[in-house]
């Protein structure tokens, strides 16, 4: 049965245990419990329920859209504050929250979205107990680094705000499963987000990243990433060895023209949004500060950003076999394409071409496969490292796309075309791979030309 108390404006759940007779202080102990504050004005001596404090199992308070320009101090000091699981506050005028805040305890759900509030207190990150926290549609400038405290925390969103950067504790947000940042001002995601090993769903859309940090990879249970609406210009090669991995929308980046040549072998098995990419010219600042495959034939010239951390670019003898992977999906769309000759220039070749593994790469994928071997990979074998070096080790740049070698600085890149979409049989992608040795690279464009 539901009744209302006249008095606090409550909504009460209990039992009828006998006939003509309510018992408020002895219900069933099945009762599922729950309590909705609706108030209409600033009487907030309304909320006298203290006789049903023993009672309630699954508390609510519903202030959303009540024009509140502050959380009401009686309900903060209510002996009611601490039993509070969800906490609804959407649509008011709220500019701050009080370091009190604190005194919900035991509160689960935070929903806070469309306000006008600018900074979070650090007094939130003692929410021991909250699982979700909705801060979107408000003015926030930065998330304070005391919300790694929220060891509970399973879904984080702060959409249309102004964040410039997540805090360094994002890290230690151990059981978050969604975090939704859309709309913001950032430039680059820390590489900690990848440490979030319980990330089911990545929603970045509409910033203003130019890349996304290879730690991604490492979330294994990431099921859906979204970065529409960027800037865009390279993915993380091992995107596709994320295995629980069904979609990726990457939509209005124009100056995204490749897809990493991991995610080819899981063609139909993924949902990618393509729509408005590599339409765009890069500018003058891009092609002198990273390395560029040009792979010019016919009338048509294909640019490719290789990854940043690929400081030295490995190439075969011949430097035009760079451009055969491409040539031969061309031809096999179009045989009238047999026999065209490509031209193949690098940005920086005087400087950063090599044939063979640098000392310095060689090193890191044997120190890699010594430390994934031992027992004390967390432990101190990292302290001992240079921190730009243990940066990485902790996540190899890519995997070979042949044989599989961990590849950290130097690479042969493998760049060719194919259709991603069986609906779109004419629209073409390119694809980026990168190979560990020239044995690797042709062994690869053998298995595509069968």
Same mark, same amino acid.
């Given at each position: ?40 004005? %600033? ?15 699954? #508390? ?18 209510? #002996? ?56 979107? %549609? ?126 080819? +072998? ?111 990979? +967390? ?30 600085? +130097? ?17 073409? %992608?390119? %694809? ?19």
């Amino acid at each position: 049965m539901t009744e209302v108390c006249r008095k606090s404006r409550c909504y009460f759940h209990f039992t009828q245990h006998r006939a003509g007779s309510v018992a408020y202080q002895r219900p069933c102990l099945r009762l599922y419990l729950m309590f909705v504050v609706q108030l209409s004005t %600033f009487e907030y001596e309304a909320l006298q329920v203290s006789f049903m404090a023993s009672v309630l199992m699954n #508390p609510l308070i519903s202030l959303n859209y009540k024009g509140l320009e502050e959380i009401p101090p009686s309900m903060i000091n209510s #002996p009611l504050t601490a039993n509070v699981q969800h906490l609804h506050m959407k649509g008011n005028r709220l500019t701050e929250l009080p370091e009190s805040i604190h005194l919900f305890e035991n509160l689960k759900v935070l929903y806070l979205q469309s306000n006008r509030i600018k900074l979070l207190p650090n007094a939130v990150g003692a929410l021991k107990n909250l699982e979700l926290l909705d801060v979107s %549609f408000n003015y926030l400038e930065s998330l304070p680094e005391e919300i790694g405290g929220l060891k509970k925390l399973k879904k984080l969103y702060a959409f249309s705000n102004r964040l410039k950067e997540l805090p360094k504790s994002i890290e230690a947000l151990q059981n978050l499963e969604v975090l939704g940042i859309m709309k913001n001002e950032l430039s680059s995601l820390p590489p900690r987000v990848g440490s979030l090993t319980e990330l089911v769903e990545l929603n970045v859309d509409s910033n203003y990243l130019t890349h996304l940090p290879k730690e991604l990879c490492n979330l294994n249970r990431l099921q859906e990433l979204s970065a529409a609406t960027n800037n865009l210009m390279t993915l993380p090669q091992d995107l596709g060895r994320i295995k629980t991995l069904v979609n990726i929308f990457v939509d209005n980046n124009p100056l995204l023209n490749w897809l990493p040549l991991s995610l080819k +072998s899981k063609k139909g098995k993924i949902n990618i949004g393509l729509n408005r990419c590599g339409i765009g010219d890069l500018p003058e600042h891009t092609v002198l500060a990273y390395q560029l495959v040009n792979i010019k034939w016919k009338e048509s010239t294909t640019s490719t950003i290789l990854p940043k951390e690929i400081s030295r670019t490995m190439c075969p003898a011949n430097i035009a076999a760079l451009s055969l992977p491409l040539l031969h999906s061309a031809r096999t769309r179009d045989p009238s394409n047999e026999g065209v000759e490509a031209t193949v220039s690098l940005t920086h070749d005087a400087k950063f071409v090599i044939r063979v593994p640098t000392l310095f790469e060689l090193t890191l994928r044997t120190y890699y496969t010594l430390l994934r071997m031992s027992k004390h990979v +967390s432990g101190n074998s990292w302290t001992i490292l240079p921190r730009n070096i243990e940066d990485l080790l902790r996540c190899p740049t890519a995997h070979c796309c042949q044989c599989a070698q961990v590849l950290f600085t +130097s690479a042969i890149p493998f760049i060719c075309q194919d259709n991603f979409d069986p609906k779109k049989p004419n629209h073409l %992608f390119q %694809f980026l791979g990168l190979c560990c040795s020239e044995q690797c690279f042709y062994q690869e464009l053998a298995s595509h030309i069968q």
